[in-house]
C-alpha cells in the first residue's frame, strides 16, 4: 500500500492540495456522475418545522453546500413516519404529500447551484426509523436502551408481525415519496442501534422466532425493507436506479459494539444487501482510518491496517463504498468539548488505497460550507473548526 506523507501544517497549499487530489476526481457511483468524492454526511439538526417539510432555512443550507462544491449531499436522518420512527420533534420527514414538496425545494436548491467542480452536486435522501430510541419505542425485543451517562430510556415494544409489515409499509410510501420529489439517490439508515440495525445485535434481539437467533434470522428483518425498497424503485424507475444503505459497527448506547465481529459476519451481510438489490455501502465508524478488525489482526499487516470500508469493499467484490469518520475534525462524535481541524489526507488515502470511493466529511461541513473549495486549494489549515454551538442554527 502506497502511503502517503505524514501530515503537515507547514506543507506549501501546493503539496497540501497534492495530497488530498484523490478527493476531488470525478466519480460514477452505481450510476450516479459527480463532481468529486465528497458526500456531506447525514447529520441530524432537529430543526424542521412541527409538521416536519423541510424549511426555507434547510433549503438554503443544503444549496449553500452544494455551491461549495459537495459532490453528493445525503440529506440528515428523515423520518418515515409520525408513529414510531422519531427520537425527537422538529426532525424533517418524507411521509406525507406536504413534506415530498418540501423536499422538491430542497433538491431543486441543490441541482441549480453553481460550484467551482464543472457539474452540479446530487442528493439523496437517508430514510430513518429510530426504533428502539424513538419517542415511542418499538424493537425486536422488549430491551431498553441503557443510557451511556446511566439509567434506560422507554422499554420500547416487542414488534409483532404486524408492525413488522407496518414498518415495511411506510418504507414503501416513504420510497415513493422520495422518487416523486426528485432525489437521485435514497439511503436506508441501517445504523447506530436504530430500528434495522437493532434487529442484527444479539444484545437487542432475543427473539426465538424467524426474526431471532442465528445470523441470518437477525438479518431477515432488515433485508425484507430493502428488498420492499428495492421493488419500489424498480417499478417506479428502473433497476439503474442507486439505492444505499448505512451501516457500522458502533451503536448510539455502545461506541464499542462490533456489529460483525469478524470479516466472515461482515461479508455474509454486504453479499445479502448486495443480493437484496443495494448498490452503494455507506460504512460508518468512529474513524474513518481506523483498522476494521484490530482485534483479529496484527496492525503491521496489511489485513491489520485494512478499514471497515476497506474490508466492505473487498468482502463485497468492490461494490461502490462510501466511508465516513472523523474526516477533518479531532476527535469522534461525543467525544470531548473541544473538536480542531484537522488533515483530510489520511481519509484521501482511503480512495488511494482502493479501500473506498467517496469519503462522507459531517461536522467540518457544518462550520464551513465551502470545505471542498479551501481543502481542493491546499488550505485544509484555515478551516473552522466545529463547535456544537453550530448545531443550534442553520445559519452559516
Known amino acids: 500500500m502506497t502511503k502517503l506523507p505524514t501530515a503537515d501544517q507547514d506543507l506549501s497549499p501546493e503539496a497540501a492540495a497534492e495530497r488530498v487530489a484523490p478527493l476531488f476526481e470525478r466519480a460514477d457511483l452505481a450510476g450516479i456522475e459527480l463532481c468529486n468524492r465528497i458526500a456531506m454526511a447525514p447529520m441530524t439538526r432537529r430543526l424542521a418545522p412541527d409538521d416536519r417539510v423541510p424549511s426555507q432555512a434547510v433549503v438554503d443550507y443544503s444549496a449553500r453546500r452544494a455551491a461549495g462544491g459537495v459532490g453528493l449531499i445525503i440529506t ?23 413534506q415530498a414538496a418540501g423536499w422538491k425545494r430542497v433538491i431543486e ?51 409483532t408481525e404486524a408492525d413488522m409489515d407496518e414498518v415495511v409499509a411506510i418504507f414503501e410510501n416513504a420510497a415513493r415519496l422520495s422518487i416523486e420529489a426528485g432525489f437521485d439517490s435514497m439511503e436506508i439508515h441501517g445504523a447506530h442501534g436504530y430500528l434495522l440495525d437493532s434487529f442484527l445485535s444479539p444484545a437487542s434481539n432475543q427473539r426465538t422466532d424467524d426474526y431471532g437467533g442465528s445470523f441470518e434470522n437477525r438479518m431477515r428483518f432488515p433485508l425484507r425493507v430493502v428488498r420492499a425498497v428495492r421493488k419500489v424503485l424498480d417499478e417506479a424507475v428502473g433497476r439503474e436506479y442507486p439505492l444505499m444503505i448505512r451501516f457500522s459497527q458502533w451503536r448510539m448506547e455502545d461506541y464499542s459494539a ?28 468512529r474513524d474513518a482510518t481506523d483498522p476494521g478488525f484490530p482485534h483479529l489482526f496484527d496492525t503491521d499487516t496489511d489485513d491489520g491496517r485494512r478499514t471497515l470500508a476497506g474490508w466492505t469493499r473487498k468482502l463485497s467484490g468492490g461494490m461502490p463504498t462510501v466511508a465516513v469518520g472523523r474526516v477533518s475534525v ?34 467540518s ?32
Open 76 to 98: 440528515e436522518g428523515t423520518h418515515v413516519d409520525d408513529k414510531h420512527a422519531p427520537d425527537s420533534e422538529n426532525v424533517p420527514g418524507i411521509f406525507n404529500d406536504e
Open 109 to 159: 436548491a441543490v441541482h441549480s447551484a453553481e460550484n467551482n467542480f464543472g457539474s452540479p452536486s446530487r442528493i439523496a435522501v437517508q430514510l430513518w426509523h429510530t426504533g428502539r430510541h424513538a419517542m415511542n419505542p418499538i424493537g425486536p425485543s422488549a430491551i431498553p436502551v441503557q443510557k451511556r451517562d446511566g439509567g434506560y430510556k422507554d422499554t420500547p415494544r416487542e414488534m
Open 258 to 285: 462490533y456489529a460483525y465481529p469478524d470479516p466472515d459476519h461482515l461479508e455474509r451481510w454486504v453479499l445479502a444487501l448486495k443480493d437484496a438489490g443495494v448498490d452503494i455501502l455507506h460504512v460508518s465508524t
Open 330 to 363: 479531532s476527535a469522534s462524535m461525543d467525544e470531548g468539548a473541544a473538536v480542531q481541524t484537522t488533515d483530510p489526507a489520511p481519509a484521501a488515502e482511503l480512495i488511494s488505497r482502493g479501500e473506498a470511493d467517496m469519503i462522507a466529511v459531517g461536522r
Open 365 to 396: 461541513l457544518i462550520a464551513n460550507p465551502r470545505w471542498c473549495d479551501t481543502v481542493r486549494e491546499g488550505r485544509w489549515n484555515e478551516l473552522v473548526p466545529y463547535t456544537r454551538e453550530m448545531l443550534e442554527s442553520l445559519d452559516d
